[in-house]
Structures are given as C-alpha cells and as structure tokens.
C-alpha cells in the first residue's frame, strides 16, 4: 500500500511539476525576447540588466519611425491571406477529387506531393532567383504569394485528404442522386461538412505563410519583403542590437500568436482530428 | 413511367468479373427485389442503374432512353441508402427539399413539396430537427421522404433497412409496401433478407456472385425453384437438401423437402428419427431431427405447439408430391 501511495504521490505532484518545467524552458526564450525588447541595446547585453532594468518602448518607436515596420506587416498579412486563399482554393478541389474519386494512382499522387517537401529548398534556390529575375518577378508580391502557397500546398492537401476521407461516401453520392454537379457537391455538401477541418487547415497554413522566411528573405528586396526580412535586416551589419532585433521579433511574432492563441480549440482540434476517432 | 431494361450489362474491378453478362427487365410500376448474400453484385448492380457506378460493357434503357452516359442526377432516380446519407448540416426540411432546390424551384413550391412529403411520412413534427436528433427509424423516413419529394421515374433502395432494430424493420417494411401500393412507382429494392424480398416484391431477382439465378414471383421460387441455390436461400428456415440413397429413391441426385412439408405422424412415416434440439416460437415449432438415416439432420416445421422432447422418438412424412428434385448440377428435374 505504502509504495502505491509513493507512486500516485509521485505523479500527483510529479507530472504537474515536470510539465510545467518543460512548459517553461521552452517558453522562456520567448520572455526573453518579449523582454530584452523593453531594453535599450546597452542594457540587453549586461548581465545585470537581466531582469532589473528601466524598461522603454524606444525600441518599438524606433522601428515604426525608421525601419517601416507597417509596410513589411501589411506585406505579411498580403501575403499570409492570398496564399492561404489560394492553397485552399486549390487544395479543397485536389483533396476532394482523391478522396471520392481515387484512382490507382492517388497514393502514389499524394507521396510524390510529400516528397516535394523533402527536397532541400536550397537545392532549388539559384533556379529559383535566376528565374524570378528572368521573368521579372523578382521582389512582386505576385511571386512570393505564388511560391509560399506552392510550398504549403502539399501538406494543404494531406491535412484536407484526411478530412475528407472521415465523411461518409454515401453523403456525396446521395448529393450526385439529388442533382448536384461537381462544384455543387463541394460547396453544398464538402465544404459545410468539413468546415473544422477546412479552418483548421486554414490556420495552419496562414501560420506557415506567415512564419515563412527562407523565400522571403531571398526573393525579395524591398516591394514585396515581409516581416521575416525586417527581422533578417536587423542582424545589422553594425553588429547585434539586440533591443532593436527583439522589438522587430517581437511585433513579428506578435499577431500570429495571438491569432494561434484565440485559435487554439480549433487548432488542437484540427490537429488531432481522427486521431481521437 | 419507369422501365428499366439492362442489355448485356457487365461490371470488372481491374480484371476481376463482377457481374457477368446480364440482361434484365424491369417492367414500369414493378417492385423488384435484388436478393443474394453479401458480395453477390446486387448492390453494384443497383448502382450501375443509379449511375454511381460505370458498367464496362452493355446498356442500361430506363423508358426506352439509353442512359449508360448519362450522369446520376439527369437519369430521373432516387435513392435510399443503407447508411441513410441524410446531410448532417441540414435540418430535415432542408434535407427533403435538398433536391427540389438543386432542381431551382422557387421556395414556395419546394415548402409545398416538403411539407406534404412530411405529412405522408409522419415527419411534420420533426421538420425543424437536424438528423442528429432523430431515430434510426426516423431518419429513414427522412431519407425517403428526399426520395419521393422528387416524384421519380423509379426508387432505388439499398438496403433501406439493415440499419434498423427487428421491431423497426417490420413496420418500415409495411410502409414502403403501402408506400409502392399507393404510388405505383417502380422501385428497385436491394436486400439480402430473404423474408424482406418475400413479403416485398412483385419480381424476385436472386443472385449469386453476379448472375442471376431464377427471376420470379415469390410464390415461384418459393415452390418452383430452378436450381440448388435458389432453394436453399428461399425459405425459412431452409429447405433440407439430400444426397444419396434417398435421394436415387426418388429419382433425383438431390432431393429437397421444406421443413413446413414434412408432417409427424404417429407411425408408418417414410423417416424415423431421434429429437434433437426442438425450437418453439409459440406459433411453430422447428424440430431438428437426428438419426434418420439420410445425410443430414431433418428441420420439420410443425404448425403451433408441438409437445416433444429431446431424445424422443418420432416418425416422419414428407408430402411425396412437394418433393423438389435437382439434377448432379444443382438444376431443377421436375
């Protein structure tokens, strides 16, 4: 008795205490940042400064009067919104068509989609610029839309495929019998009944679009840079300003996890979806 | 109208046969009953006539227009499924009037529709209710009533009532009968109770692996039946089937005898016999017979209570003239 009392002790308090030191160690360069972005450059870099200092937002004022920090914001949410628009205008059709009308080779279809995620981005990169610059779309935000929605693209489909493949095939087919056409049954019939899966897949894919920064950063100069190039900007030559850098992260990171944290049911919803079936 | 021909209709998954060649009519204002155990084609078969499912090969007519490349919805055919398919976002006046909107009916004439589709099936109450919130039993109803909202050439139902407890199933049963009576529609019913084709149908069409065995009247594959297959899967409980000596006797290969043929008697019977397990429904009673001689156990069906006992001795008399006698392939001597 005496050692099952020891154990459920353990876990009682054990668990609790393990999680939230995990919880924490993995939030805490988070605070850090949050908090070095309330300190003037100086400050950031002293030890004891670390958590004793007299906080200022010159940092934020700094960055919205000389480093422009709206127009690569309003570039972030162009681009997170149009490409997530077009991955799933795309995406829902493709799932769509795999999941009620597989063929032979739909598997095989879906691997090779994945497998395009498997290809180092690095691989592709001087195609990439030389072709952008051929074209003349170097720095548009026609091109950075275009290729983040074409990287996310594959897990769009995955994530809808899964979806998909949970409504019954007899709820489509009674739709077919009822009269409805193709795009009828997806807008009728597809769309209401997957609509947590759609939205969850949306956010997840806005979040990518979002966070992305290897072809922001690389294909854009200044008409179509995100907020991942001003964080790549403010590595500054001058070396490493670390209030400045923690205020541009910050305001980048900012509105997305705010987003994630209203969204966090339908997130964690999305993400488990036939996992708990 | 409502006459479905199927010309030399064939089905393959890959290489597989499904459906061997077949041919098929379906007269206008019939109730057809598609019956066969499970993986026997009769749903792909309903399918193929829906447009769900392509044919590889022949023609399906439905009122003398061939409709092999015309899609589901322009055939003019509704559809019961087994797993009801209602639309779960919907409530059931949205599901009824599904189709009448994809038609583009203005919305009085689709409430119209609705509400006097709901009335026949007792579903007026439930009009606001998502499916969610009905029974087994009622979102079948809701599911037909999608059905005859459209005022169909014919009904196609594929096992409408599989998903249904017993008690349910009877009366559904009656409904859709009184539902066919009343409407005079064709409608193509696919089940593989052998009791729901029985009671249902005006034209059995049994089924094994693709092909049709015997296509007939209840009454004709019940004391008619062509082959060995049809004989043992018509009746309940099965007729008794016998090779052998007995079986040379009477100039057969095989020989078969429904149980509800055999009579006890208290001496003199062809068969003798030991009881076995006896099964009292109160309205009958099933005796399995043991040690008679033949190759197998004997089911007698007797008629109300019927005082025996395990082990009991008894004798009994197959009515000679209701023998059923099959040749060394299965078909039909007499």
Redo the contacts between chains.
């Keep these: 008795m005496a050692i099952v009392s020891k154990t459920s002790n353990l876990v009682k308090y054990g668990r609790p205490i393990l999680a939230w030191s995990i919880g924490l160690l993995f939030f805490f360069p988070i605070f850090w940042m949050v908090l070095t972005s309330f300190k003037t450059d100086a400050d950031a870099v002293k030890p004891e400064h670390l958590i004793w200092f007299t906080p200022t937002l010159d940092n934020y004022f700094n960055m919205t009067e000389n480093y422009d920090y709206w127009r690569f914001a309003k570039n972030s949410v162009i681009t997170a919104i149009f490409a997530t628009i077009f991955t799933l205008f795309v995406g829902i059709p493709a799932a769509y068509a795999m999941a009620f009308n597989p063929s032979r080779s739909t598997k095989d279809i879906l691997m090779w989609m994945l497998s395009t995620k498997m290809l180092p981005a690095a691989a592709v990169l001087y195609p990439m610029i030389y072709l952008s610059k051929g074209l003349g779309l170097y720095d548009t935000k026609f091109l950075i839309v275009t290729v983040v929605s074409l990287i996310n693209l594959p897990i769009a489909i995955w994530m809808l495929f899964t979806y998909f493949k949970e409504i019954p095939k007899d709820i489509i087919e009674a739709g077919k019998m009822d009269g409805v056409n193709t795009f009828g049954e997806i807008k009728e019939i597809l769309v209401p009944l997957a609509w947590g899966g759609i939205a969850s897949t949306a956010l997840l894919i806005f979040i990518f679009c979002w966070n992305e920064a290897y072809w922001t950063v690389r294909l854009t100069t200044i008409d179509a840079a995100t907020l991942s190039k001003l964080i790549e900007g403010n590595r500054a030559p001058e070396g490493l300003f670390f209030g400045r850098l923690s205020a541009v992260s910050t305001a980048a990171v900012g509105p997305i996890v705010v987003l994630g944290w209203f969204c966090q049911k339908q997130l964690v919803k999305g993400l488990t979806f036939g996992a708990v079936k | 109208m409502g006459h479905i021909v199927l010309k030399n209709v064939t089905k393959s998954f890959e290489n597989l046969e499904v459906i061997p060649p077949l041919d098929l009519t379906i007269e206008d204002g019939e109730f057809a009953v598609f019956v066969g155990p499970s993986g026997c084609g009769k749903s792909t078969l309903l399918r193929m006539i829906?447009?769900?499912e392509d044919l590889t090969s022949g023609e399906i007519e439905i009122d003398g227009e061939k409709v092999s490349e015309v899609?589901?919805?322009?055939r003019g055919?509704?559809?019961v499924?087994?797993?009801y398919?209602?639309?779960?976002?919907m409530s059931v006046r949205k599901n009824i009037g599904?189709?009448l909107r994809?038609?583009g009916l203005v919305k009085s004439e689709i409430d119209a529709r609705v509400e006097s589709a709901a009335k026949s099936l007792n579903l007026t109450d439930y009009l606001d209710r998502k499916p969610a919130a009905l029974s087994g039993g009622q979102r079948q109803r809701v599911a037909i009533g999608?059905a005859i909202v459209?005022d169909p050439t014919a009904f196609l139902f594929d096992e409408p009532l599989s998903n249904l407890d017993a008690a349910l199933r009877v009366g559904m049963r009656l409904e859709i009968s009184e539902m066919h009576k009343r409407m005079k529609t064709t409608m193509i019913y696919v089940t593989h109770d052998q009791v729901e084709a029985m009671t249902m149908a005006d034209k059995i069409i049994v089924l094994q692996s693709g092909a049709i065995e015997q296509v007939g009247t209840p009454l004709e594959l019940y004391n008619i039946p062509q082959n060995l297959f049809v004989a043992g899967f018509i009746g309940s409980p099965k007729m008794n089937l016998f090779t052998g000596k007995e079986a040379e006797n009477q100039g057969a290969y095989t020989l078969g005898i429904r149980p509800e043929h055999i009579d006890i008697v208290s001496s003199g019977g062809l068969w003798k016999g030991k009881v076995g397990v006896a099964e009292h429904l109160g309205s009958d009673t099933f005796i399995h017979v043991h040690e008679t001689g033949l190759a197998k156990v004997v089911t007698v069906r007797a008629s109300g209570e019927v005082d025996l006992k395990y082990g009991d001795q008894i004798s009994l008399s197959p009515r000679s003239d209701l023998f059923h006698k099959f040749d060394p392939k299965g078909i039909r001597l007499t």
């Design positions: 829906a447009g769900l899609p589901p919805s322009k055919l509704a559809m499924f087994q797993s398919a209602l639309y779960p976002h599904f189709p994809m038609e999608r459209r």
